[in-house]
């Protein structure tokens, strides 16, 4: 049995905290997001505002907070406009300088050009985009990614644009997301009428790796409803087609899975504290291998339009259920949840995070 876990506590909440901030690189945004010049992302993670922008045709991260008197620079989570603060105007250049401000005269000159926005390290698994938190990690990320860096950079080649970009609020401890991403084991009750009828969730899965906290895994498929001829026949030209459900854990904050590739669910989870967790839901539709014609894309928006809708239905499923663990476990503080043998990259997740040194005296 592994040690009692804390799903509640403020002191633990912030020594997780500290160390995502030490050791990690974070997966922010797949390349289709950043395509043009000044596309930007936004998103903040444990109270920073940080931003992710094309500066024609180069990524870059910072701070989403204005030099000038603090305002946030990137109001919303996704766009297309240069990162200039809404406030006074000031526009920040691609070293995190001041490229541009009114009456620049009227401020001494040289605290203009030494200011700097904060300016995180990008770093690429095939068209996935990370940054890393801590500028004194010395990891690269092929060394953070070990043995899943190859996986996930060949499943990063396979998205095609982005359908959803939302964010659901749930009121859980973050390692709750985790584990209930990390098994298919309650995919069979949970999810009868989605996931299940597809056919996941009653064979156990057969392929999957681990590398330190990150894992992925494939769940083969089992008897399903049958689809659509049409459909079938519309996803034929799909650059990616595993045979199952296959899932990756990038440690500490993302999600990526995919129903043979025929698109790809990216979750990105944002704690807020020790009981409330954002969780940022993408979803990217298929890569194909030719030219659509305009009847074909019709019937793949209305896939992409219908998976969305399967992705809402399974995500609420699981906000209903670990909602309802969280607010039992402040009367269980002192028992440990028991995993067996379908919950195996829980385990080793646990392995791998319990063993840390930085949360070992809690
Ligand atoms: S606070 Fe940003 S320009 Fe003034
Ligand atoms: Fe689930």
Redesign the pocket.
């Known amino acids: 049995m592994i040690k009692n876990l804390n799903y509640i506590d403020e002191a633990v909440y912030q020594k997780e905290k500290d160390l995502f901030f030490d050791e990690s690189w974070i997966l922010v945004a797949h390349k289709n997001e950043l395509l043009n010049n000044n596309d930007f992302v936004t998103f903040e993670y444990y109270g920073d505002k940080i931003f992710v922008q094309n500066f024609n045709g180069t990524i870059k991260s910072f701070q989403n907070v204005c030099l000038h008197r603090f305002n946030t620079i990137h109001q919303e989570p996704y766009g297309n406009r240069v990162s200039s603060c809404l406030y006074h105007n000031w526009t920040y250049g691609k070293k995190g300088n001041v490229v541009g401000l009114m009456c620049r005269n009227s401020f001494e000159k040289d605290d203009i050009n030494e200011l700097r926005l904060k300016e995180y390290e990008v770093g690429y698994c095939g068209d996935f985009i990370f940054i890393k938190l801590n500028n004194q990690l010395d990891k690269n990320l092929e060394q953070y990614l070990g043995n899943i860096f190859t996986p996930l950079e060949d499943i990063s080649k396979h998205f095609g644009s982005k359908t959803i970009d939302y964010t659901i609020e749930h009121n859980v401890n973050w390692k709750l997301l985790v584990e209930?991403v990390l098994e298919c084991y309650?995919?069979t009750s949970?999810?009868e009428n989605s996931f299940a009828k597809m056919g996941f969730g009653s064979v156990s899965p057969e392929k999957f790796d681990f590398y330190d906290a990150h894992s992925w895994c494939e769940f083969p498929k089992g008897e399903s409803a049958k689809q659509s001829k049409i459909i079938e026949k519309s996803l034929s030209s799909r650059t990616f087609k595993p045979q199952g459900y296959l899932h990756f854990y990038i440690y500490p904050n993302a999600f990526i899975s995919s129903v043979e590739g025929k698109g790809f669910y990216f979750g990105f989870m944002l704690p807020e504290s020790p009981s409330k967790t954002n969780l940022r839901v993408r979803y990217f539709a298929p890569k194909f291998d030719k030219e659509l014609s305009e009847s074909e894309q019709n019937i793949i928006d209305f896939i992409n339009n219908s998976s969305n809708e399967s992705l809402d239905l399974?995500l609420n499923?699981?906000k209903k259920i670990i909602e309802n663990i969280q607010s039992n476990l402040v009367k269980f503080k002192d028992s440990s949840p028991i995993f067996g043998d379908e919950e195996f990259r829980i385990l080793k997740f646990y392995e791998y995070f319990n063993g840390k040194k930085e949360l070992k005296d809690i």
């Open positions: 209930n309650h995919c949970v999810h399974v499923e699981d």
